[in-house]
């Protein structure tokens, strides 16, 4: 499965943004879709998780309760919405795609190319 992130951008602290990730393939909605996020300097950090269905969602810590994750497998899109940045949470965000996936990046074979994401002070 192909993947391509958008709707990064810059925003304010506090404000919202929705990241979309529109999947090539016919079998989207065999996978567990993520998004994780690294910046500058840093690891790349599990931010949302959703299982096939979409009916189960899980979070990292630092964004629970902030950010939503969600799916259409009509349409072959995930998404993110992001409310109350934070400037922490500043990073290139990727979407990524695995039948059984889980927090751990490196267990994902298929990955979108990035989405920034900017949040002021």
């Known amino acids: 499965v192909q993947l391509q992130a958008s709707g990064g951008g810059l925003v304010q602290a506090g404000g919202s943004l929705r990241l979309s990730c529109a999947a090539l393939?016919?079998?989207?909605?065999?996978?567990?879709m993520s998004w994780f996020r690294q910046a500058p300097g840093k690891e790349r950090e599990f931010v949302a998780a959703?299982?096939?269905?979409?009916?189960?969602?899980y979070y990292g810590d630092s964004v629970k309760g902030r950010f939503t994750i969600s799916r259409d497998n009509a349409k072959n899109m995930v998404y993110l919405q992001m409310n109350s940045l934070k400037p922490e949470d500043t990073a290139v965000y990727y979407c990524?795609?695995?039948?059984?996936?889980?927090?751990?990046?490196?267990?994902?074979?298929?990955w979108g190319q990035g989405t920034l994401v900017t949040v002021s002070s």
């Open positions: 959703i299982s096939w269905s979409g009916g189960y969602t």
């Open positions: 990524a795609a695995d039948p059984s996936g889980g927090p751990i990046a490196y267990e994902y074979d298929y």
């Open positions: 393939g016919r079998t989207f909605s065999s996978y567990v």
